[in-house]
């Protein structure tokens, strides 16, 4: 990156240099037009009868035309101060230095058999705002052919990879109802490597073939890979809220996010760093599942939306619709474009956040679940209510109507414990007691 670097300085300087050049060179052609003694010819024909009116005219022509060419000098040094500031921006030092180059953040769109994935691609070349920032790499498992054609229709704006290996995937006789999730990772851990490795490329975002993004998606994780990638307690951002039902969400916060211990996929940004520690031990099957495992999590964080930048389409699938009908197709996708790049997000910093975030918990009132449930809660909130058991929790996220099971302990959009959602118009904590200081994983 710093020979990059040098390299745009040296042309910034070769760019500078030559329009100087250029201007002090058309500057001494006119002055030397201006100041140029006459030849016989033009003599004779002044003493013919042309005289000094004409000479004045002469004289009079010239300094117009003079004026208008340091006019047009002006315009072009006035261009090439415009260009330079978009490659020079001042440092912290106030001293001035050349802007990397826009890091490329290329969408990996898992398919298999599904025709829909249209659908998905549809709305990527929609919203995608470059082609060159963001190319779009669709990976085939299945060999469906009608899929296939789908994804073929689309020619170059989109890169088509067909998973080779179809083959059915050795497993024990109780897991023959798996092979779908056997194939599932098989199949993500060679795409990954395709994107990683093959095209060599420093991060990616990663979506299903079920998948409809939200107006803002490419904005938001271009403005979180900065942080991604300075905060080594975070190890991935999500567009994904699993408590983003309309009634549960803050519509008025478009821009509020969050840090989460819970791992949510779909559709979520991770960096080469994190596929080169997690490659050589990849699950053969359940890899969500597994990357919300201790062992993999390590105490790191993922970035996820108050309201959900994807919402799910595919009910149909080798889940079989787990958790569909109930929550997922009421997830509320985003249909407000949020500026993220243009706002300050380090408030999402590890010591920052957490020091903040656990504040505003424990220093809500302390309220029952018959206060919240019955609408008997007085004031604007935000509420706080505890719980201090595994049956405690998924008794009160039940009867709250948020998602009740647990991954190692961590409840879905957890951090610190904490599960935040609305209730009624009101902002609820559904939080462990002060003091927390890890999770059960017996908590499962």
């Known amino acids: 990156m710093e020979v990059v670097w040098a390299m745009l300085r040296k042309r910034g300087s070769a760019i500078l240099c030559g329009a100087f050049l250029f201007v002090a060179w058309n500057a001494i052609v006119v002055l030397y037009l201006w100041g140029r003694p006459l030849s016989g010819r033009e003599e004779r024909e002044m003493d013919g009868g042309r005289g000094g009116a004409d000479l004045a005219g002469d004289l009079i022509h010239m300094a117009e035309a003079f004026e208008a060419e340091l006019e047009m000098q002006r315009k072009i040094l006035l261009q090439i101060q415009g260009h330079r500031s978009l490659w020079e921006q001042p440092n912290e030092n106030g001293a001035s230095r050349i802007s990397p180059p826009q890091v490329v953040i290329p969408i990996l769109v898992i398919a298999c058999n599904r025709v829909t994935v249209k659908r998905c691609l549809d709305k990527l070349l929609e919203y995608r705002p470059s082609a060159e920032l963001y190319p779009i790499i669709v990976s085939q498992d299945c060999g469906h052919a009608e899929t296939a054609q789908v994804i073929g229709s689309y020619g170059s704006q989109v890169t088509h990879l067909k998973q080779p290996d179809l083959s059915d995937i050795a497993v024990r006789p109780e897991h023959k109802k798996f092979q779908g999730y056997y194939k599932i990772s098989r199949h993500y851990r060679w795409?990954?490597?395709?994107?990683?490795?093959?095209?060599?490329?420093?991060?990616?975002?990663?979506?299903?073939?079920?998948?409809?993004?939200?107006?803002?998606?490419?904005?938001?994780?271009?403005?979180?890979?900065?942080?991604?990638?300075?905060?080594?307690?975070?190890?991935?951002?999500?567009?994904?809220?699993?408590?983003?039902?309309?009634?549960?969400?803050?519509?008025?916060?478009?821009?509020?996010?969050?840090?989460?211990?819970?791992?949510?996929?779909?559709?979520?940004?991770?960096?080469?760093?994190?596929?080169?520690?997690?490659?050589?031990?990849?699950?053969?099957?359940?890899?969500?599942?597994?990357?919300?495992?201790?062992?993999?999590?390590?105490?790191?964080?993922?970035?996820?939306?108050?309201?959900?930048?994807?919402?799910?389409?595919?009910?149909?699938?080798?889940?079989?619709?787990?958790?569909?009908?109930?929550?997922?197709?009421?997830?509320?996708?985003?249909?407000?474009?949020?500026?993220?790049?243009?706002?300050?997000?380090?408030?999402?910093?590890?010591?920052?956040?957490?020091?903040?975030?656990?504040k505003q918990v424990y220093s809500a009132p302390l309220v029952k679940y018959e206060e919240v449930q019955q609408g008997q809660l007085k004031g604007a909130g935000p509420f706080c209510l505890h719980y201090s058991s595994k049956d405690g929790f998924k008794v009160l996220a039940k009867n709250l109507g948020v998602m009740e099971d647990l991954k190692s302990g961590v409840p879905r959009t957890g951090y610190r414990g904490v599960v935040s959602f609305l209730s009624r118009g009101r902002r609820i904590f559904l939080a462990p007691p002060p003091g927390w200081s890890k999770y059960d994983p017996t908590w499962s």
């Open 191 to 358: 795409a990954l490597n395709q994107v990683f490795n093959s095209l060599s490329h420093s991060s990616v975002v990663i979506v299903e073939d079920d998948l409809e993004v939200a107006p803002d998606f490419f904005e938001y994780f271009r403005s979180l890979h900065p942080i991604l990638k300075s905060d080594l307690s975070l190890w991935c951002v999500s567009a994904w809220n699993d408590n983003g039902r309309d009634g549960y969400v803050d519509p008025g916060k478009a821009d509020l996010l969050y840090r989460t211990d819970f791992f949510p996929g779909l559709g979520w940004m991770m960096l080469k760093e994190l596929w080169v520690e997690l490659e050589p031990k990849w699950p053969g099957a359940f890899w969500d599942d597994w990357m919300r495992q201790p062992d993999q999590r390590r105490d790191r964080a993922c970035i996820r939306p108050e309201i959900s930048r994807t919402l799910t389409f595919g009910r149909k699938g080798v889940s079989l619709g787990q958790f569909y009908d109930k929550y997922l197709r009421y997830i509320k996708l985003n249909s407000e474009f949020v500026p993220f790049t243009k706002l300050d997000l380090a408030y999402l910093k590890e010591e920052k956040y957490k020091e903040i975030f656990e």
